[in-house]
T-cell receptor, first 112, second 115 residues
Framework: GDSVTQTKGPVTLSEGTSLTVNCSYETKQYPTLFWYVQYPGEGPQLLFKVPKANEKGSNRGFEATYDKGTTSFHLQKASVQESDSAVYYCVLGMSNYNVLYFGSGTKLTVEP | NSKVIQTPRYLVKGQGQKAKMRCIPEKGHPVVFWYQQNKNNEFKFLINFQNQEVLQQIDMTEKRFSAECPSNSPCSLEIQSSEAGDSALYLC?????????????FGSGTRLTVL
């Protein structure tokens, strides 16, 4: 069946350090890949849509590259800020279901 | 800030009671989704609509859950007889087309606690 697996949290980092959240998936479909972020007390919001294979997507200093060969799309940021504290979800959109499949989420806490 | 409006923010019910929550999708978005997010941050798709028509729904939704999106009124999700396991954050999202490659715009959710 279809599945998406991401780095288990929680992750605690100091401001200015780098972040990597790993995400991999299994499906026979050709998915569209997203990263969503959820701040405390809010619903998820799109961080960015990962573009086609081997192209890099980015927003607010976050980047992700989709590796079709390994069916993975890892989220990275070179220097995190306290305001980046949130839960990050890798998400799949698949044509035969027309709904989004969310990973389990990675809770990030950035300490000053 | 999200333009999807969900009310109420918090809902507390006893087991067996009805629980109803509402959602006003973003203007111009004909497709509406309901998701359940549990305390482990796991998301479960419940149902989606395009205009007033149901597109997809899961079995759980068919039995105790009812939902509608009438024209010119907020969408709603109602649990006919609440159970403890229904305690969760219920998220409404809207989309301009509902396509599988489209961004969803989420509200802040209704947090249901079933005592």
């Amino acid at each position: 069946g279809d599945s998406v697996t991401q780095t288990k949290g929680p992750v605690t980092l100091s401001e200015g350090t780098s972040l990597t959240v790993n995400c991999s998936y299994e499906t026979k479909q050709y998915p569209t890949l997203f990263w969503y972020v959820q701040y405390p007390g809010e619903g998820p919001q799109l961080l960015f849509k990962v573009p086609k294979a081997n192209e890099k997507g980015s927003n607010r200093g976050f980047e992700a590259t989709y590796d079709k060969g390994t069916t993975s799309f890892h989220l990275q940021k070179a220097s995190v800020q306290e305001s980046d504290s949130a839960v990050y979800y890798c998400v799949l959109g698949m044509s035969n279901y027309n709904v989004l499949y969310f990973g389990s989420g990675t809770k990030l806490t950035v300490e000053p | 800030n999200s333009k999807v409006i969900q009310t109420p923010r918090y809902l507390v019910k006893g087991q067996g009671q009805k629980a109803k929550m509402r959602c006003i999708p973003e203007k111009g978005h004909p497709v509406v989704f309901w998701y359940q997010q549990n305390k482990n941050n796991e998301f479960k798709f419940l149902i989606n609509f395009q205009n007033q028509e149901v597109l997809q729904q899961i079995d759980m939704t068919e039995k105790r859950f009812s939902a509608e999106c009438p024209s010119n009124s907020p969408c709603s999700l109602e649990i006919q007889s609440s159970e403890a396991g229904d305690s969760a954050l219920y998220l409404c999202a809207s989309s301009p087309t509902g396509g599988w490659a489209e961004t969803l715009y989420f509200g802040s959710g209704t947090r249901l606690t079933v005592l």
